[in-house]
T-cell receptor, first 114, second 112 residues
Framework: EAGVAQSPRYKIIEKRQSVAFWCNPI?????LYWYQQILGQGPKLLIQ????????DSQLPKDRFSAERLKGVDSTLKIQPAKLEDSAVYLC????????????FGPGTRLTVL | AQSVTQLGSHVSVSEGALVLLRCNYS??????LFWYVQYPNQGLQLLLK??????LVKGINGFEAEFKKSETSFHLTKPSAHMSDAAEYFC??????????FGTGTSLTVIP
């Protein structure tokens, strides 16, 4: 079974530029998550999708971050414009969607904002 | 707020010694609890999970954890540390299956 795929693995941009990350969850997983993991901290949920609908985006900085999951499969997370404090690893995870199910994580995208 | 607390951001043990990583949750609502491991430049991998069945949960790589409601704890243990256990460990909790809360992580160093 293929795991969660993310691209790119690394990205370096200057502040005020835009960036986009892509995630392909495990086939058949209804729930998709985007997390931000700042160095030395645990992952923080940015947004959660159930199929193509948003379940929770309460911690997403909506003035600069956006995410979509068209057709309920792949997802894209965008930052526009980026700030220095956005430097982090962005993790995508998916799960079948039931209450006790684990999340399967992708390798993450490491973003550096200069 | 409902969350988890990991005591000790860094833990060092000698190879072959007992590993004990601490996790406490804060809620009176029965939780689902998870331990994940993260190796450098990789995503998180599930070690084990508690889903209200047996309180002693066995996971991969010889790890296990015990759910203690009276202590609101879910500490991770391994009887004998191996060099390959060196990694970052995260405790996580969910009550609804929608919101997952992760601890700040514990970095485990294994000394040869």
């Amino acid at each position: 079974e293929a795991g969660v795929a993310q691209s790119p693995r690394y990205k370096i941009i200057e502040k005020r530029q835009s960036v986009a990350f892509w995630c392909n969850p495990i086939s058949g997983h209804a729930t998709l998550y985007w997390y931000q993991q700042i160095l030395g901290q645990g992952p923080k949920l940015l947004i959660q999708f159930q199929n193509n609908g948003v379940v929770d985006d309460s911690q997403l900085p909506k003035d600069r971050f956006s995410a979509e999951r068209l057709k309920g499969v792949d997802s894209t997370l965008k930052i526009q414009p980026a700030k220095l404090e956005d430097s982090a690893v962005y993790l995508c995870a998916s799960s079948p969607g039931t209450r006790s199910n684990e999340q399967f994580f992708g390798p993450g995208t490491r973003l550096t904002v200069l | 707020a409902q969350s988890v607390t990991q005591l000790g951001s860094h833990v060092s043990v000698s190879e072959g010694a007992l590993v004990l990583l601490r996790c406490n949750y804060s809620s009176s609502v029965p939780p689902y609890l998870f331990w994940y491991v993260q190796y450098p430049n990789q995503g998180l991998q599930l070690l084990l999970k508690y889903t209200s069945a047996a309180t002693l949960v066995k996971g991969i790589n010889g790890f296990e954890a015990e759910f203690k409601k009276s202590e609101t704890s879910f500490h991770l243990t391994k009887p004998s540390a191996h060099m390959s256990d060196a990694a970052e460990y995260f405790c996580a909790v969910t009550y609804t299956g929608n919101q997952f809360y992760f601890g700040t992580g514990t970095s485990l160093t294994v000394i040869p």
